[in-house]
T-cell receptor
């Protein structure tokens, strides 16, 4: 079955630390890839997306992600986190022949000042 | 409207009662999705509507769950004879329905608590 794995369930960082959240998916064909963020008390928002083209995509708030097809990965990065980045982060894929998002289990990020 | 809206924002019900959850998608979006976010299961797909096509119901967990979309816009998710394990946040999303650009926009969700 198609699945998305997020290996980091809970990450705790100090402000200005660098962040990398792992995401791997199991699907051999073309996929569209997404990272969503859910800030405390708020609804899911799109952080960034990859459909085609440059595998390094940049999103809002200084986040970026790199699609590595050979590794079936789409890791999220930020060079210097802020307290306001405290949130839950979800990786998701849409296999090209379907229309439904398959989500990872999420990574809870806590950033301390 | 500016975004996807859902109502009610919170719903508390007793076990065995039926509930209806409503979703208003973004105007012009032809695709509408329901997801469920629960502690034990994470975010899981429930059902998907695209235009006038038959809905993809492959994610509905049981026959107590059903959904309809009237006039290609508003959708209602109905849960009959609610059980405690139905407690979750029910999320609705909509998109343009273009497979080459299928970014989904999420609503704030309905938090369902079954006592």
């Amino acid at each position: 079955a198609q699945s998305v794995s997020q290996h980091n369930h809970h990450v705790i960082l100090s402000e200005a630390a660098s962040l990398e959240l792992g995401c791997n998916y199991s699907y051999g064909g073309t996929v569209n890839l997404f990272w969503y963020v859910q800030y405390p008390g708020q609804h899911l928002q799109l952080l960034l997306k990859y459909f085609s083209g440059d595998p390094l995509v940049k999103g809002i708030k200084g986040f970026e992600a790199e699609f590595i097809k050979s590794k079936f990965s789409f890791n999220l990065r930020k060079p210097s986190v802020q307290w306001s980045d405290t949130a839950e982060y979800f990786c998701a894929v849409i296999p090209y022949n379907t229309d439904k998002l398959i989500f990872g289990t999420g990574t809870r990020l806590q950033v301390f000042p | 409207g500016a975004g996807v809206s859902q109502s009610p924002s919170n719903k508390v019900t007793e076990k065995g009662k039926d509930v209806e959850l409503r979703c208003d998608p973004i105007s012009g979006h032809t695709a509408l999705y329901w997801y469920r976010q629960s502690l034990g299961q994470g975010l899981e797909f429930l059902i998907y509507f695209q235009g006038n096509s038959a809905p993809d119901k492959s994610g509905l967990p049981s026959d107590r769950f059903s959904a309809e979309r009237t006039g290609g816009s508003v959708s209602t998710l109905t849960i009959q004879r609610t059980q405690q394990e139905d407690s979750a946040v029910y999320l609705c999303a909509s998109s343009l329905g273009d497979r080459d650009y299928n970014e989904q926009f999420f609503g704030p969700g309905t938090r369902l608590t079954v006592l």
